[in-house]
């Protein structure tokens, strides 16, 4: 390489590094708006897509890689922040991008989508939703041109206001070829889609309990006779429902009282196991895992029977896991165009509204069957501890 070359890729270099670097949030939400636009699609759309999308990280290494969407190559080339190719493009954009995730936090605001049992459940159930059904987060292009608002009065894709002009309605933009298009569902009903995961999750957390503590824990605020009770409900609810807080196990005594199943010994081993910080990624020694700093962990045998505890919280495979899934499950099925649809390729208006009721089906379901083997493992428990004692 010739001296006059590399002076070339130096700049190249700096050039590819302070676009990068100096890419805002809103300029990549812009892009990714732009992208979709290109694709027909509408600027919703799962979580996980919208992050991956906009992640100038992600996004510049895919084209590294020549794994790059097309259409978001063109566009980001026509909006300014096409990729500079070459040695010292390549290196200026990863160093750019690398600036840009530190300044912006990028990567961390990925952890802190994701910290808390209840919006990973959400991602996880948009992530699916979307899988299922792709019309979901779309639109759909009319014969209308967007600026002919008497034409778009007739078509019902627009109304008079209280003073007489014609405004298009909530769910129609603007394509770009001046066509009105029409989003497929309204971004409030999708996001109904949580509803019934959302239950599952917060139910098995312990979170839907206003008057106390959920069975063998303490209030969030508790009473100073009981403190299993709290006086103060409305505190109780919001600690739960914005703060996401729960209450600490009740101590033996109280807690024997409400779980005759489990034995001291048990009610030992897992405060034990609850605030064990020591690593342990090897499940088949003693049933048991921590993943570094306790983020995940998991035991095959604790007072709920199989457990998974994310960052503090407890979600019991029988009462969380399982009501979650088939939540997600039934939520997928309904929310899947029927058969007629499927072949006509047309978009199912109904799906929507089936997808909420079939997941609260699904919800049911699983809570019912979630609570029958849990039944039925502390039966079985509380037999077997009696049979112990009476050794004794």
Request: aromatic share 6%.
């Amino acid at each position: 390489m010739t001296g006059e070359e590399l002076i070339q890729q130096a700049r190249n270099a700096r050039e590819a590094f302070q676009m990068d670097a100096g890419l805002g949030r809103d300029d990549q939400a812009a892009m990714n708006f732009a992208i979709r636009e290109a694709r027909l699609q509408d600027r919703d759309e799962p979580r996980p897509n919208k992050i991956v999308a906009e992640h100038p990280f992600i996004y510049r290494i895919r084209e590294m890689m020549g794994k790059a969407d097309p259409d978001a190559v063109k566009v980001r080339r026509e909006m300014g922040a096409g990729r500079i190719e070459g040695i010292g493009g390549n290196i200026g954009h990863i160093g750019g991008s690398l600036v840009s995730d530190v300044v912006q936090d990028r990567s961390r605001a990925i952890w802190w989508l994701l910290n808390a049992a209840q919006a990973s459940g959400n991602v996880i159930n948009e992530a699916v939703m979307g899988l299922a059904n792709k019309d979901l987060f779309g639109k759909e292009e009319t014969d209308v041109l967007f600026n002919d608002s008497k034409k778009m009065e007739a078509a019902g894709l627009a109304k008079r206001d209280q003073r007489g002009e014609i405004r298009p309605l909530p769910l129609i933009g603007k394509g770009e070829n001046g066509r009105a298009t029409r989003k497929n569902y309204a971004s409030g009903m999708v996001t109904a889609l949580g509803i019934a995961p959302g239950v599952a999750i917060n139910q098995g957390l312990g979170l839907l309990t206003p008057f106390g503590g959920a069975e063998g824990y303490e209030a969030v605020i508790p009473n100073a006779e009981d403190p299993s009770k709290t006086d103060n409900m409305i505190g109780e609810i919001a600690s739960k429902y914005i703060l996401g807080r729960t209450g600490n196990l009740l101590d033996w005594e109280e807690f024997k009282k409400v779980r005759p199943d489990v034995s001291k010994g048990e009610y030992n081993a897992y405060k034990a196991f609850k605030y064990d910080k020591a690593l342990d990624l090897n499940p088949f020694d003693d049933g048991k895992t921590n993943l570094p700093g306790s983020i995940l962990k998991t035991t095959n045998d604790g007072i709920h029977g199989a457990e998974v505890q994310f960052l503090g919280r407890s979600l019991p495979v029988n009462t969380a896991i399982i009501p979650f899934l088939s939540s997600v499950a039934g939520t997928a099925a309904g929310v899947r165009p029927s058969a007629k649809f499927r072949k006509t390729g047309k978009v199912d208006k109904y799906a929507v509204k089936r997808g909420i009721a079939s997941g609260i089906g699904g919800y049911v379901a699983g809570t019912v069957a979630g609570n029958l083997l849990e039944g039925e493992r502390r039966r079985r428990n509380e037999a077997s501890n009696q049979a112990y004692y009476d050794t004794l």
